[in-house]
């Protein structure tokens, strides 16, 4: 009768090395060592596992995702959606900038839009005490505005020497009110048009009401528009000096009704009244 092998007993003994004097033994069983075995490497598997887990060393595990993950992931896509809906912002209010520009016709696409959702039958007409007082600023601060007064230069731009575009009789005054947001100069045909500071062309175009335009960009968030000329000399991305010829006088457009130059002057977005800045 062959004996179980899982009884088969093994003594593990401990010798001195120099003296080879037994230290300590013990008997152990195959199935015994193969317990000690298994509770050995349950273990290490449990401490490495805990080790992992309970420690930032998880972090370095492909394709593990930290803790603060999902709210930094939540904040940075806020952040790109507010981000992106802002320079959608911006670029259409740039677009309506150049629409007024170039004398088209202006048309509000801002999603922001919400007069469907008025009810204009419980909305009151009669201004409050807070809209009376800031009227009565806005009045006392427009006695100090460029528009109103035209032989006074803006200190913004004491140290900018403007160049008169073109020497002519001014036919049409700056006149807000009336959008009108710039002048009209008369003068003899061929005469050229000319740069009234340094920058670059930004558009230099042609449409049906103002006809040939060129549009300047210029520093301090300046820009210079030159309407209804006849031919256009620079092209869009050309740096120009104060003075450069950038086109000739024309009658070109539907809203010119005669050789003429149309020119205007903004700034941050808001029209100024050359005369106020410019000897012509």
Not at 163 to 188: A, Q, R, T, V
Not at 242 to 264: C, Q, R
């Amino acid at each position: 009768m062959k004996a179980n092998k899982n009884n088969n007993r093994f003594k593990v003994v401990f010798f001195e090395n120099d003296s080879l004097e037994e230290l300590f033994s013990f008997n152990i069983s195959n199935f015994k060592l193969f317990i000690i075995s298994f509770l050995f490497i349950l273990l290490i598997s449990t401490l490495t596992i805990l080790t992992i887990f309970l420690s930032p060393v998880k972090e370095l595990i492909p394709g593990y995702l930290p803790s603060s993950f999902n709210s930094d992931f939540m904040a940075l896509s806020l952040r790109t959606d507010s981000i992106e809906n802002d320079i959608n912002l911006k670029n259409q209010q740039l677009n309506n900038i150049k629409t007024i520009l170039m004398g088209e016709d202006f048309i509000d696409t801002l999603e922001n839009n919400t007069l469907n959702n008025i009810d204009f039958e419980k909305l009151s007409l009669n201004p409050t005490s807070a809209d009376s007082i800031f009227r009565l600023n806005v009045e006392r601060e427009a006695r100090f505005n460029l528009s109103s007064q035209p032989n006074e230069k803006s200190s913004k731009f004491k140290e900018l020497v403007f160049f008169p575009p073109l020497k002519g009789i001014i036919i049409d005054s700056f006149n807000i009110s009336e959008k009108h947001f710039g002048i009209d100069i008369l003068s003899p045909k061929n005469e050229p048009i000319k740069s009234c500071l340094d920058g670059t062309v930004i558009i230099s175009n042609w449409t049906k009401k103002t006809g040939y335009t060129i549009i300047i960009q210029h520093e301090y968030n300046l820009i210079s528009v030159y309407k209804h000329n006849s031919i256009l000399l620079k092209e869009i991305g050309q740096n120009v000096k104060s003075g450069d010829v950038i086109a000739i006088i024309g009658n070109s457009g539907s809203d010119s009704t005669g050789p003429h130059l149309h020119f205007e002057l903004w700034h941050d977005g808001i029209p100024i009244n050359p005369i106020a800045n410019i000897l012509f």
